[in-house]
């Protein structure tokens, strides 16, 4: 039985050109199993994070605008006890943010960096707090980037390059970069993608643009 229903799998995978989703895996007794390929669990893995983060995102960005509306309410705009309380709901915004953008990462990670930017625009608390995120991209292992290389070129990675470096030289909120020599000799530095992110981002920005259009309506109440 177990054998009918691992080849009736085998067969539909490619019936619908889906041959590389999966791959033979021993199992003990039941001999084998066809399971996902690498990239998929990634991309799995990345609709799971994008759930998790919308959800993080939504009730940061909800406490955080209770905060200003009840804290501020009733206050002297032009007081300086206005101008006091304030600032402390900047600050414990800006910690907010800080926490969001580095336990989401991805997009998020970025979209924090960038507001640490904005020194004309956005409250000093804002700028200060989030200027750490310029130094806090994270780096994945060489084991976890290469199913992003050997998916997108669809070979082996030892195929293509003659070596491959597998530490990191740098790291942004998206991607990593590594040094490698090609099969004819060239140096180059190859920008990856954390593999992930293909799934998770598209996601993650539908949750960013539903914040921005609600934070846009809160400042005009």
Not at 112 to 131: A, F, I, S
Request: aromatic letters at 12%.
């Amino acid at each position: 039985f177990f054998f009918q229903a691992e080849d009736g799998i085998r067969d539909f995978c490619l019936s619908r050109g889906l041959g590389d989703v999966y791959k033979r895996q021993p199992i003990g007794l039941l001999g084998y199993n066809y399971l996902i390929s690498e990239q998929m669990q990634m991309d799995t893995l990345g609709i799971t994070n994008s759930c998790f983060n919308g959800i993080r995102a939504t009730f940061i960005l909800g406490i955080s605008a209770a905060d200003y509306i009840y804290n501020l309410r009733g206050l002297d705009f032009h007081s300086d006890e206005y101008v006091e309380v304030q600032q402390k709901i900047h600050q414990r915004t800006a910690d907010r943010i800080l926490y969001l953008s580095t336990k989401n990462k991805g997009i998020y990670l970025k979209a924090g960096q960038y507001l640490g930017n904005l020194d004309r625009l956005m409250p000093k608390e804002y700028v200060q707090t989030l200027k750490v995120l310029q130094d806090k991209a994270p780096s994945m292992t060489f084991e976890e980037i290469k199913v992003a290389i050997e998916y997108d070129l669809q070979a082996n990675i030892n195929d293509i390059f003659n070596n491959f470096n597998e530490k990191a030289i740098a790291a942004a909120s998206l991607a990593q970069v590594h040094e490698a020599e090609l099969k004819n000799g060239d140096k180059v530095a190859v920008k990856v993608q954390f593999p992930f992110l293909r799934k998770q981002t598209p996601n993650d920005l539908k949750i960013l643009r539903w914040i921005s259009v609600a934070a846009v309506s809160y400042t005009h109440l």
